[in-house]
């Protein structure tokens, strides 16, 4: 059996989780999330029982009371809605998709047609198309850049969600620059660095194993690129939240599993699906480590600066 490293928690999901912990201990329950705080049911689950009330919208949050951002971030309008509320809020957006607003904001001043790479109804692509929707047009693949139109092929600009699959957004982006020669994106890769080296890690795991497992919600994006990813490389691959969902039939004829976990599912899930197999007589459990990762983000302003207050 083989772990992929790394895997799991990305520094943005871990500073996300924090917060609402954090916001928890200060405020006491309950404390509001607008949307899931990040992807992943269990992790919801906990903070939940914690005190967490997940709400879909901000107009569900009494007035005047504390409200937590997920890490996909959100639009203008919905802080905007949230001050008209007087609600106190707490933005745990991850800075990387902070990035790409700011890079949408900064097209958008110049007057560009920024053309958007990621899957539609996804809330950090909401969030993100919230920036400068006159400016912004979604497309999900190469067919999408074929079938684009544009007021001015000399003033495009691409910008992307951070949990894509690296390989399919290169052909993308690809594909743009062919149909639009002129066209300008980001200094640096929108795609994330977690999203980035899982997708390797990945790739490595997929050529050594019969099977990957991938730990991770139906609604993690990121997660299920993983799962394509495997398949590509050559390894049958099965999403699920944890170990109760492995069925019998993967494991038929199965000489090497590998096991990973999208970026917003928690170790001890992985731990558990370990221990699963231990049960089931698996002594050789062994890392495969593809890339280190030493990424770590400071907590928002508004959790940050009373403890260092009260600790004066």
């Given at each position: 059996?083989l772990?992929?490293?790394?895997?799991?928690?990305?520094?943005?999901v871990?500073r996300a989780?924090?917060t609402?912990?954090r916001a928890l201990e200060?405020?006491g329950?309950?404390v509001?999330v607008?949307?899931?705080?990040?992807?992943n049911?269990?992790v919801v689950?906990?903070?939940?029982?914690r005190?967490?009330?997940?709400?879909?919208?901000e107009?569900?949050?009494p007035?005047g009371?504390t409200?937590?951002?997920?890490?996909?971030?959100?639009s203008p309008?919905?802080?905007?809605?949230?001050?008209a509320?007087?609600?106190?809020t707490i933005d745990a957006?991850c800075?990387?998709?902070t990035?790409?607003?700011?890079?949408?904001?900064?097209f958008?001043?110049?007057d560009y047609?920024?053309v958007?790479?990621?899957?539609?109804?996804?809330e950090e692509?909401?969030?993100t198309?919230?920036?400068?929707?006159?400016?912004?047009v979604l497309?999900?693949?190469?067919a999408d850049?074929?079938?684009?139109e544009v007021?001015?092929p000399?003033?495009?600009?691409?910008i992307?969600?951070?949990?894509l699959?690296?390989d399919?957004t290169?052909?993308?982006?690809?594909?743009?620059?062919e149909?639009?020669?002129?066209i300008?994106?980001?200094?640096?890769d929108d795609i994330?660095?977690?999203t980035?080296?899982?997708?390797a890690?990945v790739k490595?795991?997929?050529?050594?194993?019969?099977?990957?497992l991938?730990?991770g919600?139906?609604?993690s994006s990121n997660?299920?690129r993983l799962?394509e990813?495997a398949?590509?490389?050559?390894?049958d691959?099965?999403l699920?939240?944890n170990?109760?969902?492995?069925?019998?039939?993967?494991?038929?004829?199965?000489?090497v599993?590998g096991?990973t976990?999208?970026a917003?599912?928690?170790?001890e899930l992985v731990q558990r699906?370990?221990?699963?197999?231990?049960?089931r007589?698996?002594t050789d459990?062994r890392?495969?480590e593809?890339?280190?990762e030493?990424?770590?983000f400071m907590?928002p302003k508004a959790?940050?600066?009373?403890?260092?207050a009260?600790s004066?």
């Amino acid at each position: 059996m083989l772990l992929a490293a790394p895997r799991g928690y990305c520094a943005g999901v871990d500073r996300a989780v924090q917060t609402v912990e954090r916001a928890l201990e200060r405020h006491g329950a309950p404390v509001y999330v607008r949307k899931e705080i990040v992807h992943n049911k269990h992790v919801v689950e906990q903070l939940r029982d914690r005190g967490a009330v997940f709400v879909d919208s901000e107009a569900e949050v009494p007035e005047g009371e504390t409200v937590v951002f997920s890490a996909h971030g959100v639009s203008p309008a919905v802080h905007a809605r949230a001050a008209a509320r007087r609600l106190q809020t707490i933005d745990a957006t991850c800075p990387l998709v902070t990035k790409v607003h700011v890079e949408a904001k900064k097209f958008a001043a110049d007057d560009y047609t920024i053309v958007l790479i990621g899957h539609a109804g996804h809330e950090e692509v909401e969030g993100t198309m919230g920036e400068a929707p006159d400016h912004i047009v979604l497309i999900e693949n190469e067919a999408d850049v074929d079938a684009l139109e544009v007021r001015d092929p000399a003033k495009v600009a691409y910008i992307s969600q951070t949990t894509l699959s690296v390989d399919e957004t290169r052909a993308i982006i690809n594909r743009l620059r062919e149909r639009f020669p002129a066209i300008i994106g980001p200094r640096t890769d929108d795609i994330c660095y977690a999203t980035t080296n899982r997708q390797a890690a990945v790739k490595q795991l997929a050529r050594q194993c019969d099977l990957v497992l991938v730990i991770g919600s139906r609604n993690s994006s990121n997660s299920n690129r993983l799962v394509e990813v495997a398949r590509e490389h050559g390894a049958d691959s099965h999403l699920i939240d944890n170990e109760l969902q492995v069925d019998e039939e993967w494991l038929s004829s199965k000489r090497v599993v590998g096991i990973t976990s999208g970026a917003s599912a928690p170790e001890e899930l992985v731990q558990r699906l370990v221990e699963f197999f231990r049960a089931r007589g698996a002594t050789d459990v062994r890392e495969l480590e593809v890339v280190q990762e030493d990424v770590r983000f400071m907590l928002p302003k508004a959790i940050r600066q009373p403890t260092a207050a009260a600790s004066a």
